[in-house]
């Protein structure tokens, strides 16, 4: 299927020093989505991970060389009037999508890991 152009992915976000990953994850969701950090419950950490190098560009300009990606299983324990997208610098929208759908909505480069993770869900 051709892409639309929508750059479609799940929430991410790293590790602050000193923060727990379980923090880092209920933060970033969070701060992507302008909740509060109280609308979201760390189900379970799950069992996979992604790496990948980035690209030769970004390894010039910005020094980065990979990055390794753990997963986490979320829940979102408030509701939709709690997601206020005008709090967030990343996310211009937001939308619910069955787990059938997943694959087929998210950005092309997005779907190896997310391949990795439907199995959990």
């Known amino acids: 299927q051709q892409f639309s152009g929508e750059h479609w992915q799940l ?18 969701a969070a701060e992507e989505l302008g909740a509060p950090e109280s609308s979201f419950r760390v189900i379970k950490k799950l069992p996979v991970q992604h790496s990948y190098d980035w ?8 020094g980065y ?5 753990n997963f ?17 610098h990343e996310v211009e929208a937001y939308r619910w999508v069955q787990k059938e759908k997943l694959l087929k909505m ?3 480069k997005r779907r ?4 990795k993770i439907l199995p959990y869900l």
């Open 65 to 69: 060389k990979g990055q390794r990606q």
């Open 11 to 28: 929430p991410q976000g790293g590790v602050d020093p000193g923060e727990s990953p379980k923090k880092a994850v209920v933060r970033e």
């Open 112 to 115: 190896k890991s997310l391949k």
């Open 72 to 88: 986490y299983l979320v829940e979102f324990i408030g509701n939709d009037a709690d997601i206020d997208l005008s709090k967030s």
């Open 55 to 62: 690209p030769r560009w970004a390894k010039l300009l910005k």
């Open 106 to 108: 998210v950005h092309p």
